[in-house]
């Protein structure tokens, strides 16, 4: 494993991953989705992917990671039970190219899997966040289905002694921690 230069740091995740995944297909989801801080499409706006098909891809020189998933009728709902008013909106393309935010979590998940996406931006207000939330959780609860959540994140991105774009702050683990508390 070590062959391709991953750090102790990227083998513990991609282990944690792996763990995740199994606890996933445990509970024999109908859909997942995956709510991703990176993928920007509408500035301020929450974006609900309706579309069918959703690819994720990652390039690093001449390797090529790329997977793709089907997104079922429950993302379709979700954005139809949602306040458009709200700063909440749909995006119907034929196909959805996600960001790396959700190619990360989404690797450890076969291609069957009906997954939904929805990006947050970081711009958006906190309230409306908040509401989403609480409107996610009610329309889950509403559902007769199985659905998954996942929070895609590195909130502080701070966490690397070795990141030359964000430098190393301690209090990454700290928060990180609060975070985890607060779940």
């Known amino acids: ?7 102790n740091n990227t083998l513990k995740t991609i282990q944690g991953l792996n763990v995740i995944r199994h606890l ?25 992917v309706t579309s069918r098909l959703i690819v994720s891809s990652f390039r690093k020189d001449d ?13 379709k ?21 996600s960001s790396w935010g959700s190619l990360v979590p989404l ?11 929805i990006t ?3 711009q958006i207000e ?4 908040i509401d989403f939330g609480k409107n996610l959780y009610n329309f889950i609860n509403l ?14 991105h701070t966490h690397s002694k070795n990141n030359p774009i964000f430098p190393y702050n301690d209090y990454s683990k700290e928060f990180d921690d609060l975070l985890v508390k607060m779940f």
């Not at 690797?107 to 996406?117: A, I, T, Y």
């Open 1 to 7: 494993e070590l062959k391709y230069g991953l750090e």
């Open 24 to 48: 996933i297909k445990d509970k024999k989801l109908d859909h997942l989705f995956v709510l991703d801080p990176h993928s920007k499409i509408l500035s301020s706006k929450i974006s609900i």
């Open 63 to 75: 390797f090529i990671v790329s997977k793709q998933y089907s997104n079922d009728k429950v993302s």
């Open 77 to 97: 709902d979700l954005a139809s039970y949602c306040s458009f008013d709200d700063g909440v909106c749909s995006v119907d393309d034929l196909q959805f190219d």
């Open 107 to 117: 690797w450890f998940l076969q291609d069957k899997e009906s997954v939904g996406v």
């Open 120 to 122: 947050i931006d970081s």
């Open 126 to 129: 906190r309230s409306k966040i």
């Open 143 to 156: 559902q007769n289905k199985r659905i998954g959540i996942i929070l895609s994140c590195d909130f502080s």
